[in-house]
């Protein structure tokens, strides 16, 4: 299971934190990421973390700006996000990602998703 | 625009068969990279249908079957049933982008 929490309503320049809190798998085993979707819109992939926590990809959109990270002796997921912009509002998933070593990322067990609005 | 093109849009009756095409480049899909479908109700999370261009997850019906062929991938849909009213999306992996892709997202109405 998978549960992410940390949405809400963060002002442009803003930071935001979202956790991602896993249970019934052996976390430190799996890659993880974060998928948002703008509201009315489609699926977007942000980030990836290896499971380790040593290899870490960006969407070009977040580059630079967001940060995902792993706790594994909590099993725990985050992304923190700096000067956040009106386009980063959405909801935010966390996913368990097969496939890592062939390069096949898919997720067959997903969060169920906290909303970031940013807006003053 | 996404990176994977999708049609925004495609339905048939029930008991129909309809396709979902998902174009890419060489980058991604004509690299050899594999493709992944999922299917998204209204406020729900996605649920993956087909992994590795035509594996079916345990508990998925095999009215879902995938293809992959050159730079592209389709997902077939059987026996249409009005529960299958949905947005499909594809993912792949791009190496020019060094991370995953999804497709824009195509909607099944079921007519």
């Known amino acids: 299971q998978l549960l992410e929490s940390g949405g809400g309503l963060v002002q442009p320049g803003g930071s935001l934190r979202l956790s991602c809190a896993a249970s019934?798998?052996?976390?430190?085993?799996?890659?993880m990421s974060w998928v948002r979707q703008a509201p009315g819109k489609g699926l977007e992939w942000v980030s990836a973390i290896s499971n380790s926590g040593g290899t870490t990809y960006y969407a070009d959109s977040v580059k630079g700006r967001f940060t995902i990270s792993r706790d594994n002796s909590n099993n725990t997921l985050y992304l923190q996000g700096n000067s956040v912009r009106g386009e980063d509002t959405a909801v935010y998933y966390c996913?368990?990602?097969?496939?890592?070593?062939?390069?096949?990322?898919?997720?067959?067990?997903w969060g169920q998703g906290t909303l970031v609005t940013v807006s003053s | 625009q996404s990176v994977l093109t999708q049609p925004p849009s495609v339905s048939g009756a029930p008991g129909q068969r309809v396709t979902i095409s998902c174009t890419g480049s060489s980058s991604n899909i004509g690299a050899g990279y594999n493709v992944h479908w999922y299917q998204q109700l209204p406020g729900t999370a996605p649920k993956l249908l087909i992994y590795?261009?035509?594996n079916r997850p345990s508990g998925v019906p095999d009215r879902f079957s995938g293809s992959k062929s050159g730079t592209s991938a389709s997902l077939a849909i059987t026996g249409l049933q009005a529960e299958d009213e949905a947005d499909y999306y594809c993912q792949s992996y791009d190496s020019s982008l060094s991370g995953s892709v999804f497709g824009g997202g195509t909607k099944l109405t079921v007519l």
């Open positions: 590795g261009n035509i």
């Open positions: 019934g798998f052996t976390f430190s085993s799996y890659a």
């Open positions: 996913a368990k990602v097969s496939g890592w070593h062939s390069v096949s990322w898919y997720s067959q067990e």
